[in-house]
Protein backbone atom coordinates (compact mmCIF):
# COMPACT_ATOMS: atom_id res chain seq x y z
CA UNK A 1 0.00 0.00 0.00
CA UNK A 2 1.27 3.33 -0.81
CA UNK A 3 1.09 6.66 1.37
CA UNK A 4 1.55 9.76 0.70
CA UNK A 5 1.44 12.71 3.08
CA UNK A 6 1.06 16.14 2.62
CA UNK A 7 2.68 18.89 4.68
CA UNK A 8 3.14 22.94 4.73
CA UNK A 9 0.07 24.08 4.38
CA UNK A 10 -1.29 26.99 6.95
CA UNK A 11 -2.58 30.80 6.81
CA UNK A 12 -0.98 33.52 5.10
CA UNK A 13 -1.50 36.55 3.28
CA UNK A 14 -2.05 37.77 -0.30
CA UNK A 15 1.26 38.22 -1.97
CA UNK A 16 2.89 35.71 0.21
CA UNK A 17 4.32 32.12 -0.34
CA UNK A 18 4.15 28.55 0.95
CA UNK A 19 6.31 25.31 0.02
CA UNK A 20 4.37 22.31 0.06
CA UNK A 21 5.91 18.79 0.82
CA UNK A 22 4.47 15.35 0.03
CA UNK A 23 6.19 12.50 1.11
CA UNK A 24 5.96 8.89 -0.78
CA UNK A 25 6.14 5.79 0.85
CA UNK A 26 7.40 4.40 -2.82
CA UNK A 27 10.19 5.23 -4.90
CA UNK A 28 8.75 7.86 -6.96
CA UNK A 29 10.84 6.16 -9.49
CA UNK A 30 7.87 4.04 -9.99
CA UNK A 31 5.25 6.07 -10.58
CA UNK A 32 4.81 8.02 -14.22
CA UNK A 33 3.34 11.41 -13.18
CA UNK A 34 3.25 13.04 -9.75
CA UNK A 35 0.22 15.52 -9.35
CA UNK A 36 -0.94 18.10 -7.06
CA UNK A 37 -5.17 18.93 -7.33
CA UNK A 38 -6.57 21.35 -5.08
CA UNK A 39 -10.56 21.22 -4.00
CA UNK A 40 -12.16 24.37 -3.01
CA UNK A 41 -15.40 24.32 -1.04
CA UNK A 42 -18.46 23.87 -3.34
CA UNK A 43 -15.76 23.35 -6.19
CA UNK A 44 -14.31 20.90 -8.30
CA UNK A 45 -11.38 19.14 -7.95
CA UNK A 46 -9.11 21.04 -9.99
CA UNK A 47 -5.44 19.53 -11.40
CA UNK A 48 -2.66 22.47 -10.16
CA UNK A 49 0.46 20.76 -11.68
CA UNK A 50 1.69 17.77 -12.86
CA UNK A 51 5.25 16.59 -13.22
CA UNK A 52 6.26 13.11 -14.83
CA UNK A 53 9.12 11.22 -14.35
CA UNK A 54 11.55 13.24 -16.95
CA UNK A 55 10.73 16.37 -15.02
CA UNK A 56 8.50 18.26 -17.42
CA UNK A 57 5.91 20.22 -15.32
CA UNK A 58 2.62 21.15 -16.65
CA UNK A 59 0.23 23.54 -14.81
CA UNK A 60 -3.24 25.09 -14.82
CA UNK A 61 -3.16 28.34 -16.33
CA UNK A 62 -4.50 29.87 -13.17
CA UNK A 63 -1.00 29.29 -11.61
CA UNK A 64 0.97 29.38 -14.50
CA UNK A 65 3.88 31.44 -13.32
CA UNK A 66 3.31 31.33 -9.92
CA UNK A 67 3.58 27.87 -8.68
CA UNK A 68 6.29 25.62 -9.07
CA UNK A 69 6.05 21.61 -9.08
CA UNK A 70 9.28 19.97 -8.41
CA UNK A 71 10.37 16.06 -7.19
CA UNK A 72 13.30 14.73 -5.17
CA UNK A 73 13.53 11.25 -7.03
CA UNK A 74 16.34 10.44 -4.45
CA UNK A 75 14.12 11.52 -1.17
CA UNK A 76 10.72 10.01 -2.51
CA UNK A 77 9.71 13.77 -2.38
CA UNK A 78 7.25 15.99 -4.18
CA UNK A 79 7.12 19.62 -3.52
CA UNK A 80 4.64 23.01 -4.62
CA UNK A 81 6.21 26.19 -4.41
CA UNK A 82 3.27 28.38 -4.05
CA UNK A 83 4.42 32.21 -4.80
CA UNK A 84 2.15 35.98 -5.10
CA UNK A 85 -0.76 33.86 -3.44
CA UNK A 86 -4.19 35.23 -3.98
CA UNK A 87 -7.73 34.66 -1.81
CA UNK A 88 -8.64 32.40 -5.15
CA UNK A 89 -5.65 30.13 -4.33
CA UNK A 90 -7.27 29.03 -0.87
CA UNK A 91 -7.93 24.96 -0.85
CA UNK A 92 -7.41 21.89 0.18
CA UNK A 93 -4.27 20.72 -1.73
CA UNK A 94 -3.71 17.14 -2.83
CA UNK A 95 -0.85 15.48 -3.86
CA UNK A 96 -1.00 12.35 -6.23
CA UNK A 97 0.81 9.58 -7.92
CA UNK A 98 0.66 8.27 -10.78
CA UNK A 99 1.66 4.40 -11.88
CA UNK A 100 1.81 3.84 -15.59
CA UNK A 101 -1.03 1.33 -15.12
CA UNK A 102 -2.83 4.87 -14.88
CA UNK A 103 -3.99 3.81 -10.95
CA UNK A 104 -3.90 6.64 -8.84
CA UNK A 105 -2.71 7.05 -4.84
CA UNK A 106 -3.80 9.94 -2.78
CA UNK A 107 -2.77 11.81 -0.01
CA UNK A 108 -5.26 13.17 2.87
CA UNK A 109 -4.69 16.87 1.82
CA UNK A 110 -3.53 20.12 3.34
CA UNK A 111 -5.63 22.90 4.07
CA UNK A 112 -4.17 26.55 2.22
CA UNK A 113 -6.09 29.91 3.58
CA UNK A 114 -5.34 32.75 1.85
CA UNK A 115 -6.78 35.81 3.78
CA UNK A 116 -6.14 39.14 4.62
Known amino acids: QVQLVESGGGLVQPGESLRLSCAVS????????MVWYRQAPGKERERVAI???????IYADSVKGRFTISRDNVKNMLYLEMNSLKFEDTAVYFC??????????WGQGTQVTVSS
Open 26 to 33: RSIFSFDN
Open 51 to 57: ADRRGRA
Open 96 to 105: GAEEISRTMY
